[in-house]
C-alpha cells in the first residue's frame, strides 16, 4: 500500500499556511509540521538562555549550545493539536509574541541552526505522508514532494489578520506597527543568502486574498488527491 504523499507548503508570514496545513493534514489523516514553529523555539531558546539581548546576538553560543536542544511535535490537549515541546516542556504559547516575532528572522538566516532543523524536518519527511509548511520546504526541505503548494495574499489582508492575531493574543499594537514588521519579514525572509523563501517552478500558487477556509481547503485537497492517483 502506498504510504502518503510528501506536501510541501511555502508561502510568505501571515498568509494562513499553518491553519490550510494543519486543516489539510487532517483531512488526509497525514503528520502535519510547522517548520515555523521550530524556527520559533530555537529563538525562544536564545533569548531565554541570554544569546539574544542588550543589543547583542551571541550566534556563536547559541549554535554551540544546539546539542542541548531536543525538539519534539506531540498533542497537546490544552491547544487541542500537536505543538512544539522544547526538551520536554509545551512552548506554543511562548512562541507566538512580539518578542519571538521580531527576532526570529535573525536566528533562521544561520546556516547551522538551518542544517540542524532540515536535517530533522527531512528525518520525518522520509516517511511520507505529511504535510510540512514553510519557507524552504519546496526548494530544500523536499525537493521531491509530489505536491508543493506557494501561498501568497495581500499585504493589506496579511496585516490585517497579524493585527488580529496580536489582539486575541493580548499584545495588540498599531496597524501601522504591524504593516512595518511584516514588510521587514517579507524583505528579510526573500533576500536571506541562506535558503530564501522563493516560489519554485513546480508550485502552484493559492493566492487566498478572497478565498474561505473551506475554498482554501477544498482546493488543495484536490490538488492533493490529483497527486496520488
Ligand atoms: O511561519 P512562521 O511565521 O511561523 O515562521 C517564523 C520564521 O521562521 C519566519 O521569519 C521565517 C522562518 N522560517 C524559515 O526561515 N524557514 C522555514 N522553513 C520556516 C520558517
Redesign the pocket.
Given at each position: 500500500m502506498a504510504k502518503g504523499i510528501r506536501i510541501a507548503i511555502d508561502g510568505y508570514?501571515?498568509t494562513g499556511?499553518?491553519t490550510i496545513a494543519k486543516a489539510l493534514a487532517d483531512r488526509l489523516d497525514y503528520r502535519y509540521i510547522?517548520?515555523?514553529?521550530?524556527?520559533?523555539a530555537i529563538t525562544f531558546w536564545a533569548l531565554k538562555n541570554g544569546f539574544i539581548g542588550n543589543e547583542q546576538f551571541k550566534s556563536d553560543e547559541l549554535v554551540e549550545s544546539l546539542q542541548a536542544v531536543k525538539l519534539d511535535f506531540k498533542h497537546s490537549a490544552k491547544h487541542a493539536k500537536p505543538v512544539i515541546f522544547l526538551n520536554g516542556e509545551n512552548i506554543e504559547d511562548n512562541i507566538r509574541g512580539a518578542e519571538v516575532?521580531s527576532n526570529?528572522?535573525h536566528v533562521?538566516k544561520i546556516a547551522e541552526v538551518?542544517k540542524f532543523l532540515v536535517k530533522q524536518q527531512q528525518a520525518i519527511a522520509a516517511a511520507g505522508a505529511v504535510v510540512m509548511?514553510?519557507?524552504?520546504?519546496a526548494s530544500v526541505?523536499m525537493p521531491d514532494a509530489e505536491l508543493k503548494i506557494f501561498m501568497t495574499a495581500d499585504p493589506n489582508i496579511r496585516a490585517q489578520r497579524r493585527f488580529e492575531e496580536l489582539e486575541r493574543l493580548g499584545q495588540a499594537m498599531d496597524f501601522k506597527d504591524v504593516m512595518a514588521n511584516l514588510k521587514e519579514?517579507d524583505h528579510?525572509?526573500t533576500s536571506r543568502k541562506e535558503?530564501p523563501?522563493i516560489q519554485t517552478e513546480d508550485a502552484l500558487v493559492l493566492d487566498n486574498s478572497n478565498m474561505t477556509r473551506e475554498e482554501q481547503l477544498n482546493l488543495a485537497e484536490a490538488w492533493a488527491k490529483d497527486r496520488m492517483v
Open positions: 508570514s501571515s499556511k499553518s510547522d517548520t515555523g514553529a521550530m524556527y520559533r516575532a526570529v528572522s533562521a538551518r509548511d514553510g519557507r524552504d520546504i526541505v519579514r528579510l525572509d535558503s523563501l
